[in-house]
């Protein structure tokens, strides 16, 4: 059933009835975009506080636009479940700035997205935050307390019943889903995930996540498409669904078909159905004596959101600690925009197979094989670091990136400072020779200034002195940096050395 502020008034008591019968509640949404700035893009080595903040992102700047909710009953009797789908057309209040992405839009318009419906008849809807300081303002206006318009307030009556209800959220691959509902209906999400875990603790019932049980064995298996479209038809014909009936005196769907795909209330209505056929399955010639939502299958999924294309973090826990990883064997690489997967894998050619994730242009990762272990890859870095080109840099994921590395070499000239920019000494020593530059390892630059080195002029160069000294005693000021060029042992060359003393005696004599 659609719902739109034409018939929400009169269908508002059904919506909630059908919540408040409910076994459990599957969700959908539509949004008008999914990530607004190229940083925003998911990448798989995020961390989990990473791929929060990118989806909170998303959540604060694009609308949703449709929501779907499918409540489903079980029927011990008849060993079938009852259904009501109700499909809401949001346009939110009025003010709000959202972004939108053309491509988003389109996709939705390709797929029957009524847009004509929406901005005439679409639901607004306040947070419970905003609706309880709307509140607060009549009573401080002394004005008789009266309940808001059910069509002002709109769509937040439906999520609100929905949360005090108690009944399990049900979804598929649903991170953005649940975010948006907060940041739209709660309140706005906070700014670290720790703050959002306790907003889900104290505002949102258990949470089940499809995308998660289709995950795990026997369904990884058979099926090993996820998306919700493809997962629906192969539980549908692999996995013999129990019989589905429209919940009485309402409108829905049915598994004969007749719905459209990325409509919210259809994918809502397709997700419940997984969810059941999966956990029947779980439960075995077990599944008719209760209702699914009490399997002890779903003890491990409960409060888990899939977490999309991550390397090594398949879930966000919403209730406790999230999964530690061990990313000491990745291979942290930042390279010239220029660079490509060639440049990359003749860099790593002495391991193979790699995998590359880029991160953005001058960015990536280097997953080494899994029989690589981490000491493994500390003997590889050093070869690697050995051989890398100027203006690379390579280091094991969660070395600090401004460490330096310390000259192996006990016989530098006392005094002598590391250079403090590779960029200024890549262009000094374009002079030296291709030899000699393609045996340097060029060092980070780092921010602080390395002061300048001061050369007596009656000790022959021999003696290097302070900048107190040469405050003194009036000397000629000779740069640190042709004093100081590490070759790949971390040794000083005396070409440049000789070079400046040779500047130095010809300009004096």
């Known amino acids: 059933m659609e719902v739109t502020t034409e018939n929400f008034k009169e269908v508002l008591p059904s919506i909630l009835q059908a919540v408040e019968r409910a076994d459990f509640v599957a969700i959908d949404a539509e ?12 990448c798989e080595l995020d961390t989990i506080e990473e791929r929060y903040i990118k989806a909170r992102e998303a959540a604060k700047d694009f609308g949703m636009i449709q929501f779907g909710i499918s409540a ?3 029927i011990k009797e008849k060993s079938s479940y009852s259904h009501a789908t109700f499909c809401f057309y949001l346009l939110g209040k009025t003010g709000d700035m959202l972004y939108y992405d053309n491509t988003s839009l389109k996709f939705l318009a390709d797929n029957g997205f009524d847009f004509n ?36 307030v709109g769509f ?16 598929h691959n649903m991170m953005l889903d649940l975010l948006h509902l907060i940041q739209k209906t709660v309140q706005p999400l906070p700014d670290t995930l720790e703050q959002f875990k306790n907003v889900v603790k104290a505002n949102l019932p258990t949470i089940y996540d499809t995308k998660l049980l289709a995950k795990d064995p026997p369904f990884c298996v058979d099926i090993p498409i996820t998306s919700l479209g493809i997962l629906y038809s192969e539980l549908c014909g692999k996995f013999s669904p129990p019989d589905f009936i429209v919940e009485e005196g309402y409108e829905s769907h049915s598994l004969s078909g007749g719905g459209q795909a990325h409509d919210a209330g259809y994918d809502a209505f397709m997700t419940g159905v997984c969810f059941i056929t999966m956990v029947k399955k779980l439960d075995g010639s077990n599944w008719k004596n209760k209702s699914v939502i009490r399997s002890k299958h779903l003890s491990q999924f409960s409060s888990r ?35 490509n997967v060639g440049n990359v894998h003749g860099l790593f050619n002495m391991m193979k197979p790699i995998k590359i994730v880029w991160v953005s242009s001058t960015f990536l990762y280097v997953i080494p094989p899994e029989d690589i272990d981490k000491s493994g890859c500390k003997q590889y870095l050093k070869g690697i670091q050995a051989s890398c080109p100027p203006m690379v840099r390579v280091r094991l994921y969660g070395d600090t990136l401004s460490v330096k590395r310390k000259s192996q070499s006990d016989d530098a000239s006392p005094g002598v400072e590391a250079s403090a920019s590779r960029v200024h000494e890549y262009k000094r ?15 980070s630059p780092s921010m602080e200034e390395v002061p300048p080195i001061y050369a007596n002029a009656n000790d022959n160069g021999k003696r290097m002195k302070t900048n107190q000294d040469a405050a003194t ?25 000789v070079l400046a003393l040779f500047i130095f005696f010809k300009w004096f004599w």
């Not at 009573?139 to 002002?152: D, I, M, R, T």
């Not at 966000?316 to 064997?329: A, E, I, Y």
């Open 31 to 42: 949004f008008t975009g999914l990530r607004r700035k190229e940083t925003s893009r998911y």
């Open 72 to 74: 489903f009953r079980y």
């Open 117 to 152: 419906k929406l901005f005439k008849s679409g639901l607004p809807y306040l947070s419970i935050l905003e609706e309880a300081e709307k509140r607060g303002e009549f009573v401080n206006q002394a004005l008789e307390p009266f309940p808001p318009s059910p069509v002002k």
């Open 156 to 171: 937040t009556h439906v999520i609100r019943k929905v949360l005090e209800s108690g009944k399990p959220l049900v979804g």
């Open 305 to 339: 959101l899939n977490n999309m294309n991550s390397h090594d973090i398949p879930f966000l826990n919403l209730v406790g600690p999230d999964v530690q990883t061990d990313r000491s064997r990745i291979f942290c690489v930042d390279c010239p925009a220029e660079w």
């Open 429 to 443: 020593l374009k002079s030296v020779g291709s030899d000699q530059l393609s045996k340097m390892t060029l060092e």
């Open 473 to 497: 005693d009036g000397v000629f000021a000779i740069p640190d940096e042709w004093c100081e060029i590490p070759d790949r042992e971390g040794r000083p060359h005396l070409v440049p050395l």
